[in-house]
């Protein structure tokens, strides 16, 4: 049980818990005032690689179709699914200054309402023992045994009374948060997805990331088997390995999404400048419309822009041939486009972050 366990940073992570906090500060606060396109490109940033963490993985353009709700593999589709979980719970946080149970509840439920084994049971807590490795059969040499299921309710009650306390430092919080809600493992698939959708409902909630979401999965992607093993350290009673990695993962995570953040602004006016057009058209609207939608559909296009017509199809030509967006499909039909800055951002923005994960 930790809602009433009393935690003080060491002595010697003081510094580095510090920059961690003014680095998530500065990143958010280059993005405050920016489009709604901005916080969902550093969501799915992190939910990209927070399934990466579990292997799950998948093409930038079956990602992209899947973006647009395209039929693509189950893969990209988990990973947009990681995206509608984390936003769920980070808006939750921030809208109402707590989290609930039936937050997670809601996230696990997005995440897994689509995949084909688990859907029947997403936002439902598991009811039957599991266990992390071993065989599927038995959990003779498993690597972990989590909590009986007659002991969820009352584990993720404590949990949940322990994530909106307020006297807590913040990365300690979250990192305690989310190794207790590793361990309990409520839910018969998902559980580090949401558990990780949880580190950045505290930071919202606490007000250190009230405009964005700070990739974090990314750094914790980088060092994946520190990480599982940070996790069974936690499990033994030490604190500290986690929290050193979670802090490094925040610091690389926010430096380097915050230059992210800084490209990005740019990319309208590059766009255009490419475009070079003599008044407001159809191509500039689009210009517009692909940074908000950086992955359409001719229907969301159409939706957006006005019906299909020689004029539409011309302005979409338009920005194909100048390099600012990329038909991903190869079809005549059903045809999806991305924007290939933003796409290229995002799979940039996680090499810079994993680089700088070795000189932290």
């Given at each position: ?114 995949d084909a084994a688990e859907g029947p ?131 690389a995570a926010a430096e380097e999404g ?78 999806v486009w991305a924007a290939v800055d ?19």
């Open positions: 049980m930790i809602a009433e366990l009393d935690y003080v940073v060491p002595a010697d992570l003081t510094a580095l818990s510090e920059r961690a906090l003014v680095a998530l500060g500065a990143m958010d606060g280059e993005a405050t005032g920016q489009p709604a396109a901005m916080a969902r490109f550093m969501i799915r940033s992190e939910s990209v690689a927070s399934s990466k963490i579990e292997r799950v993985s998948a093409s930038t353009e079956d990602f992209a179709r899947a973006l647009a709700g395209q039929k693509s593999n189950p893969s990209a589709v988990s990973m947009v699914a990681a995206s509608a979980a984390l936003s769920t719970m980070v808006a939750a946080a921030g809208s109402r200054g707590t989290i609930e149970k039936a937050d997670i509840l809601t996230a696990h439920k997005a995440l897994m309402r689509d049971y997403a936002g439902k807590l598991r009811d039957s023992q599991n266990w992390i490795g071993g065989s599927d059969y038995s959990p003779r040499n498993a690597l972990y045994v989590p909590p009986p299921q007659d002991r969820i309710e009352e584990l993720l009650d404590d949990l949940i009374a322990f994530a909106n306390r307020d006297d807590l430092p913040t990365m300690a919080q979250a990192t305690i948060a989310h190794a207790q809600f590793e361990s309990i493992h409520p839910f018969g698939d998902g559980n580090g997805r949401t558990g990780r959708a949880l580190i950045g409902a505290i930071l919202r909630r606490r007000g250190v990331t009230p405009q964005t979401v700070v990739p974090v999965a990314s750094g914790l992607l980088a060092r994946r088997d520190d990480y599982f093993e940070a996790l069974g350290s936690y499990r033994a009673g030490h604190v500290r390995p986690l929290l050193e990695l979670m802090l490094r993962s925040a610091v915050r230059i992210s953040v800084q490209r990005i602004k740019q990319f309208p006016l590059e766009w255009l400048e490419q475009l070079q057009p003599q008044r407001r058209s159809t191509a500039t609207d689009l210009v517009r419309a692909f940074f908000d939608n950086p992955v359409m559909s001719m229907s969301d296009i159409e939706r957006i822009a006005g019906p299909v017509s020689p004029r539409l199809y011309s302005a979409v030509d338009r920005l194909e041939e100048a390099g600012i967006i990329q038909e991903m499909t190869g079809r005549k039909r059903d045809r933003l796409m290229a951002e995002l799979e940039d923005l996680d090499g810079r972050i994993a680089a700088a994960m070795k000189q932290l």
